[in-house]
C-alpha cells in the first residue's frame, strides 16, 4: 500500500513491518494516537507523523524502511 498518500485516519488499523536503523523489526498493528500521528498499536514508537502541508513521513529517527498491508 502506498502509505505516503493517504490520510492517518485512512492507514488507522492497517498492519504494518518496519526495519528499524539498528537492524531489527517491529511488526503491528497502525493506531491514531494524534491527529497527525500514527503509533504501534503497543504504543512503543511513533511510527509515521503527517505535517502541517499535509505530507506522511516515516519517522527517520527510528526507522529505515516500512511496507504498510492493504
Given amino acids: 500500500m502506498n502509505w505516503m498518500d493517504k490520510r492517518p485516519?485512512?492507514?488507522?488499523?492497517?498492519?504494518?513491518r518496519a526495519a528499524t536503523r539498528s537492524g531489527g523489526v517491529?511488526?503491528?498493528?497502525?493506531r491514531i494516537m494524534s491527529p497527525?500521528?500514527?503509533?504501534?498499536?503497543?504504543?512503543?514508537?511513533?511510527?509515521?507523523?503527517?505535517?502541517?502541508?499535509?505530507?506522511m513521513h516515516l519517522n527517520d529517527l527510528l526507522f529505515s524502511s516500512i511496507e504498510v498491508k492493504a
Fill in 9 to 16: 485516519e485512512d492507514l488507522d488499523g492497517h498492519r504494518f
Fill in 26 to 30: 517491529l511488526e503491528g498493528t497502525l
Fill in 36 to 55: 497527525h500521528l500514527l503509533k504501534d498499536g503497543d504504543d512503543l514508537a511513533a511510527v509515521i507523523y503527517q505535517t502541517p502541508d499535509g505530507s
